[in-house]
Every structure is written in C-alpha cells, then in structure tokens.
C-alpha cells in the first residue's frame, strides 16, 4: 500500500487536501513524520522516530510489533491522548496537531471511540450507565441519551442486559459494553488497544467478529494486537519495529470470523454468532 503523504502546498500549509490519489476520500487519519521522545531522567527514549500514515475511510488496520517499538505511543497519538514531539496529525482533515487540550478533549469524545484490553468499565454502573456515560458531554437530554445507549447496546447484542453490572457480565460481554460505548457517539474512528488480550479465543472471535461487522458497516478502525490471528481478521496489517513501521501491506483475503462460525455450526457446534443472535431475542 502507498504510504505517499499528501505534502501540503505551501500556499496551504498545514491543511490537508480534501481530495488526493485521483478523486479518493479524504483520509480518517493522516499523519506526517510525527516523532515522540520521551525524557526518562536525562536520557531520551525515541518512540516513535519519524512516522507517515494514511487510513482511509472503511479501513480496518491491524497495528503489529514486539513489545516496545511503538505501537501505543502511536494509538495514544492518534487518540488525542497525548501529543506528539513533532509532526504532524489530520483526523478528518483537521489539523490535531495544533490544537488547544479543550478541543483535544472535544474531538477525542465526538470523533473517537476508544476499546482497550482492560473493558475499563465503571465497575458500579450498569451496562446502560456505561454506555451513556461519553454522551455527558455531548449536551444530549438524558432522554435522548438513554436511547442512543440502548440502541448501542442492541447493536452489540446486548439488549437484554442493560441493567447488569460489569461483575454480573462476561469477559466478552464486559468488551462489548465498551465497543457500545465507543461507538454512542458516532465516531469516525475505532481504536481498540489489544481488546481480546484478556479474553479466551472463543470470545476474542466473539468481538472480533463484532468488530468485523461493525467495520463493513462503514466504521474505521485501527487494532493493535501481538496476535497474528487476531491480525488476520483486519484488511491491512502494519509492523512497527523500534519506533518505525518496517512493513505496511493489505491482506488480500482478511479471515472472515462469520466464515469461521459458519464452519462451526456446520459441525454441530453453537456458533458465538448465533449467540448474539439469541441475546438480540430478549429485546
Ligand atoms: P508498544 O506499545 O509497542 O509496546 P510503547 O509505545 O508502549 O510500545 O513504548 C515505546 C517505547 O517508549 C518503549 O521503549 C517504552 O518504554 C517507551 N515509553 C512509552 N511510554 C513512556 C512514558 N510515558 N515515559 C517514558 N517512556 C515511555
């Protein structure tokens, strides 16, 4: 895949052409040369050493490497949790880069949902707690609030446990409530950090399923993983290596998890799919 960044002219500098590469669609995500040192004492430790990315919209990336070489400093970059020592960052077309930490703050809540290893739940609060917690800020009524998390809810399969704590759901149960929470808001990018680190292989399918589901329905998104099954399951795979990417390629034929459980049910087995299925039923 072609990692040209679209160099802004310099009687655009610092905006990001709408239209590049013959009519194609603005990136999600566009970074150029974006370097993160960090001061550890008096030395410095180069995370990230110079890094150009395109995403485009519909992507589904799988961000890989070995421990250390940079991939949550990316992730955190790109989710407007930290910023960058130099370089540059378009999310939509809109220069992150330069902004303030209050429209870092704005742009991480409506633009970005966030899915990481631990579920980071509010452990006393209901799945429909949980789920409603982003929209806080975004102003809603709580009328409105409520619908929009039981709609979320009901698109992960989780109709029927709107009212469970965390403790009172599953490892696969408690991911889904945070995927229903990333996506309350409508965001244009999915960032997931390891999200089936803490799960069993049954129920990392279980999600990643969701995730591919969820990305043919048009959402963008962005999976770092050590594990090269849960890597297969993306449309391109990027391999970092001490603060650099050393390889960026499509994978031609993704692992298709709706393939895998199709298999399964074949052979007599109740598939994670229908699973969902069932839990959709007690709406
Ligand atoms: P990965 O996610 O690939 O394991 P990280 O992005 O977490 O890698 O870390 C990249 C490098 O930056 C590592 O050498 C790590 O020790 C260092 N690092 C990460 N976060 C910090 C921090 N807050 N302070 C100092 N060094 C850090």
């Not at 109709?159 to 965390?166: D, E, F, G, Q, T």
Request: charged share 20%; net charge positive; glycine share 10%.
């Amino acid at each position: 895949m072609s990692n040209n960044f679209p160099v802004p002219s310099p009687a655009t500098h610092g905006e990001l052409p709408q239209q590049e590469n013959g009519g194609r669609p603005s990136p999600v995500i566009a970074v150029r040369h974006l370097v993160k040192t960090y001061m550890v004492g008096q030395t410095e430790v180069h995370a990230l050493r110079g890094i150009s990315l395109q995403v485009y919209p519909g992507e589904f990336v799988a961000v890989m490497g070995p421990s250390g070489s940079g991939k949550s400093t990316l992730l955190n970059l790109i989710g407007c949790l930290d910023r960058p020592t130099s370089g540059d960052y378009w999310l939509m077309g809109t220069p992150v880069s330069r902004m303030s930490a209050n429209q870092l703050a704005g742009t991480r809540n409506q633009r970005i949902g966030f899915v990481f290893q631990g579920f980071n739940l509010l452990a006393r609060a209901s799945a429909l707690s949980n789920v409603m917690l982003p929209m806080v800020y975004a102003g809603r009524s709580s009328k409105e609030r409520e619908r929009r998390a039981r709609r979320a809810l009901q698109l992960v399969g989780l109709a029927a446990r709107v009212n469970h704590l965390p403790a009172q759901l599953s490892g696969g149960q408690q991911q889904r409530v945070a995927i229903a929470r990333a996506l309350v808001n409508h965001p244009s990018l999915l960032l997931a950090d390891e999200p089936t680190g803490n799960l069993d292989s049954r129920t990392s399918l279980e999600i990643l399923g969701l995730l591919q589901v969820l990305n043919e329905q048009g959402i963008t998104i962005m999976l770092v993983t050590h594990n090269q099954d849960v890597a297969d399951c993306a449309k391109r795979r990027v391999v970092f290596r001490d603060g650099r990417i050393v390889r960026d390629e499509t994978i031609p034929v993704p692992r298709s998890v709706q393939e895998i459980w199709a298999a399964e049910v074949k052979q007599g087995s109740d598939g994670t799919g229908v699973q969902i299925e069932e839990e959709r039923s007690h709406e």
